[in-house]
């Protein structure tokens, strides 16, 4: 049986709902640690202009999880994107694939949604030339670890944050 959702493209139709995932995807990394992740109060505007200009960008994957929803209408219920990031020195990352949002509605979760998302962000990565996909997940996030464990991601690095106090005035 074929699978009750698609993964294609995103379309610029789709644009406003990856927008509103994208917000939501903030929010969450921001409920995890305030000071390390940014919101601004505009944010689905943000991802909106953003992902449509990476949409645009020959080496960015913008993808859309769509299933029929009411009147047959396309309903987007998760999106994946990444880019080919060129080599880092401060990283010692060759050029590569960065996976940089995932995110399925809660409702679609755990059927397969995420998995077919990854794997056609890391194909459309391979078929611009990346050689492998990086991708960045919060500490606080065990799930998505698990979940890109299972999909085959090893752990490679491990960011950590201290805030600093201002400088005193001197005298
Ligand atoms: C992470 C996320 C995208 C996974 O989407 P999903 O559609 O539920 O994932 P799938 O159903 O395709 O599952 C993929 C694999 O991970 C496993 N998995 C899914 N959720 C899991 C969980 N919470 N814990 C452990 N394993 C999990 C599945 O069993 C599946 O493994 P299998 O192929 O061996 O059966 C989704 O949970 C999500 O949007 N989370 C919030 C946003 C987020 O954390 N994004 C990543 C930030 S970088």
């Not at 794997?119 to 890109?148: C, M, S």
């Amino acid at each position: 049986m074929p699978p009750p959702f698609q993964v294609r493209e995103a379309t610029r139709s789709d644009l406003p709902a990856l927008a509103r995932l994208g917000a939501r995807l903030a929010r969450m990394h921001h409920r995890m640690d305030p000071r390390r992740f940014f919101v601004l109060p505009a944010m689905e505007d943000g991802y909106a202009r953003w992902l449509a200009r990476e949409r645009r960008n020959r080496g960015a994957v913008v993808l859309a999880a769509v299933r029929p929803g009411r009147g047959g209408r396309e309903q987007v219920v998760g999106y994946a994107y990444g880019r080919i990031e060129p080599r880092d020195w401060n990283s010692l990352r060759e050029r590569c694939g960065v996976g940089i949002d995932l995110l399925v509605a809660p409702r679609a979760r755990r059927r397969g949604v995420g998995k077919a998302l990854v794997e056609a962000l890391a194909e459309g990565l391979a078929r611009r030339g990346a050689p492998r996909v990086v991708i960045q997940v919060a500490t606080e996030n065990p799930e998505a670890r698990a979940v890109f464990a299972r999909l085959g991601f090893r752990p490679t690095m491990l960011e950590m944050t201290r805030e600093l106090r201002p400088p005193r005035r001197r005298a």
